[in-house]
């Protein structure tokens, strides 16, 4: 079987998903690309009884190179990801407090300096309907020097160059999500800088180099 790692590795992180309630029933997608084939979690399968062989493996244009099932809807979505940026793997969910935010801001804005860990303020992909190119552009757009966004009445993306990392930032999105929510309802919070993320970054360097 090819890609059994990668397939069993997303197998896992599906299992994941639904553990820390990113995603409900079938809804979100995930995939790993390895030079150039992509598994890709498929469509309407339940994340808890997902097996290695469920999992599909396409190549770039998206043609089925193993599998039996239909991949998952959001297949040209991944594929335009993985054509414009140098990401090696996307977990895309609907998670409760990403997709709140995204129904109501233009960005999530830098509420917490955890937020340099997606490149900065997230954007929100302008909304259209699941599957189409054109949700696959608009996400692109958002992504632009990003390894996150929010997608408008719909849920996030996130991307890394392991499926861990992708995963890892899909927590961190929600996380940040859900701070900013609390924080509204306190009133306006108090925002981070350009030059407050920039001198997080610095100082994160010198503790890297220290150790
Ligand atoms: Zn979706």
């Known amino acids: 079987m090819r890609l059994l790692a990668q397939r069993e590795e997303v ?11 990113l995603v409900i029933g ?6 790993v690309r390895v030079d150039d084939l992509v598994a890709i979690t498929p469509s309407g399968v339940d994340y808890a009884a997902l097996t290695a062989e469920d999992v599909l493996v396409v190549d770039l244009a998206g043609t089925v190179v193993e599998g039996d099932r239909a991949p998952s809807s959001e297949l040209p979505m991944h594929l335009a990801v993985y054509a414009a940026t140098d990401a090696r793997a996307i977990v895309h969910t609907h998670a ?12 999530l804005p830098a509420v917490h300096y955890a937020i340099n860990d997606l490149g900065g303020p997230v954007r929100v992909a302008a909304y259209a309907t699941f599957g189409s190119q054109e949700l696959a552009s608009a996400v692109v757009a958002a992504l632009h020097e990003r390894t996150g966004a929010l997608m408008r009445n719909h849920g ?6 392991t499926l861990a990392s992708a995963y890892e930032r899909a927590v961190k999105l929600e996380w940040l999500s859900e701070l900013y929510w ?3 309802q306190l009133g306006a919070p108090s925002l981070l800088s350009a030059e407050q993320l920039e ?3 610095e100082q994160a360097r010198r503790k890297a180099y220290r150790a």
């Open 11 to 21: 197998c896992g992180v599906g299992r994941q998903l639904r553990l820390d309630r």
């Open 26 to 31: 079938t809804s979100g997608n995930v995939s």
């Open 96 to 107: 409760l407090f990403a997709t709140t935010v995204g129904t109501a801001v233009e960005e």
């Open 156 to 161: 996030a993306i996130t991307v890394g160059a």
């Open 182 to 184: 609390r924080a509204m």
């Open 199 to 201: 001198a997080v970054r």
